[in-house]
């Protein structure tokens, strides 16, 4: 018996690593869900203070691309007409008040975007998870009912990121990041946390319809993303994509 068990041993390993998903595969699937070739969409941002005021914005959004969006706000009347226009690494923003185009660019993208919980990067981010980090299984979890794969992410060389590491709840059925923890480059500065309250499936993809964000350091209760409606596959007219649309 003492030299048959090791040999038995040795017969189940290939099907124990089978069992181990491959954390690049995850993020691949997890990019097929979230990331998106054009798409125009409608959404409400409910932004909640510390004494549990809301305000609420709604805009519509167009996007072509990982890099390329526009962002045009709906309501409240204050903020209606604000463009927020990304062209790969810049941010170009309209304000009808001041009748005024800025670049926003470098640190400032990290700003919050209308006093809520969301940067600009946050706002107008399309790109590939698979294409900026490495990433590592670090466990198996249960996060809203869902058992979910837990991955670390880290920024690959020569990535310029906002949040250098992150640690990721992936849904084992969807594929979709539940919760997430954004972290500094050292990994232990916590910056923001993410999570996907609810989720629709459109044209055979499953989608966030809640996302709910934390500054860490900033002192109000979260802001809610709600997607109103979302299309996917829309052909958008390129000139929407210019400087001098912003002003139209």
Same mark, same amino acid.
């Given at each position: ?8 041993? *040795? ?8 069992? &181990?998903?491959?954390?690049? =595969? ?13 798409? =125009? ?28 969006? *526009?962002?045009? !706000? ?36 990290? &700003? ?5 919980? *969301?940067?600009?990067?946050?706002? %107008? ?24 794969? %837990? ?5 690959? =060389? ?5 949040? #250098? ?34 989720? &629709? ?10 996302? !709910? ?25 390129? !000139?929407?994509?210019?400087? #001098?649309?912003?002003?139209?």
């Amino acid at each position: 018996m003492r030299f048959i068990l090791p040999f038995l041993m *040795l017969g189940a390993m290939p099907a124990m690593l089978m069992a &181990q998903p491959d954390a690049a =595969e995850i993020l691949r699937k997890i990019d097929k869900q979230m990331v998106t070739e054009s798409a =125009e969409a409608t959404a409400t941002m409910v932004i909640t203070n510390r004494r549990g005021r809301e305000t609420r914005i709604t805009s519509r959004s167009w996007s072509k691309g990982e890099t390329t969006s *526009l962002v045009e !706000y709906l309501s409240p009347a204050r903020e209606k007409g604000v463009k927020m226009l990304r062209l790969e690494d810049v941010l170009w923003m309209y304000t009808p008040q001041a009748d005024r185009v800025i670049q926003i660019s470098g640190h400032m993208l990290r &700003q919050s975007v209308s006093g809520s919980d *969301l940067s600009y990067e946050d706002m %107008v981010d399309n790109g590939k998870l698979l294409e900026i980090y490495d990433a590592a299984v670090v466990g198996e979890e249960d996060f809203m009912g869902h058992p979910c794969y %837990v991955l670390r992410l880290r920024a690959k =060389e020569g990535e310029e990121v906002t949040y #250098a590491q992150r640690k990721v709840w992936v849904d084992k059925d969807r594929f979709l990041p539940l919760k997430e923890e954004r972290y500094a480059k050292n990994g232990t500065t916590l910056l923001k946390n993410f999570e996907i309250r609810s989720a &629709q499936k459109i044209d055979n993809r499953w989608y966030p319809k809640e996302m !709910y964000f934390k500054d860490v350091l900033a002192k109000g209760q979260g802001t809610l993303y709600i997607i109103e409606d979302i299309k996917f596959g829309v052909d958008i007219p390129d !000139y929407m994509f210019t400087k #001098a649309a912003l002003r139209e």
